[in-house]
Nanobody, 115 residues
């Protein structure tokens, strides 16, 4: 079974930084893209950043220039470096994988609180 395990969430003051990580395991099939989204209570999910199988990254306007998505260890770990954090970045952050088959898997989420 595919497993995605996030880490690195926590509390930080506005203007600070956090680095989220996502360890992906248990899959042998090709991935279409991997990335992060977040969800605030009572709101829709917001896609933040994604990286495709060719290593190309894309970002939501809300985080462009502040967040950096990287991937290492043969695509087994995904990182999201979050800089210049704002109060409105407070949310639960999830990593996700979309496989070529269309199957989507996500992690359990990690809380980020900016005050």
């Amino acid at each position: 079974d595919v497993q995605l395990v996030e880490s690195g969430g926590g509390s930080v003051q506005a203007g600070g930084s956090l680095r989220l990580s996502c360890a992906v395991s248990g899959y042998t099939y090709s991935t279409y893209c991997m990335g992060w989204f977040r969800q605030r209570p009572g709101e829709e999910r917001e896609g933040l950043a994604a990286i495709d199988s060719d290593g190309r990254t894309s970002y939501a306007d809300s985080v462009k220039g502040r967040f950096i998505l990287t991937q290492d260890n043969a695509k087994a770990t995904l990182h999201l470096q979050m800089n210049s954090l704002k109060v409105e970045d407070t949310a639960v952050y999830y990593c996700f994988v979309i496989f070529d088959s269309g199957y989507v898997s996500r992690g359990q989420g990690t809380q980020v609180t900016v005050s």
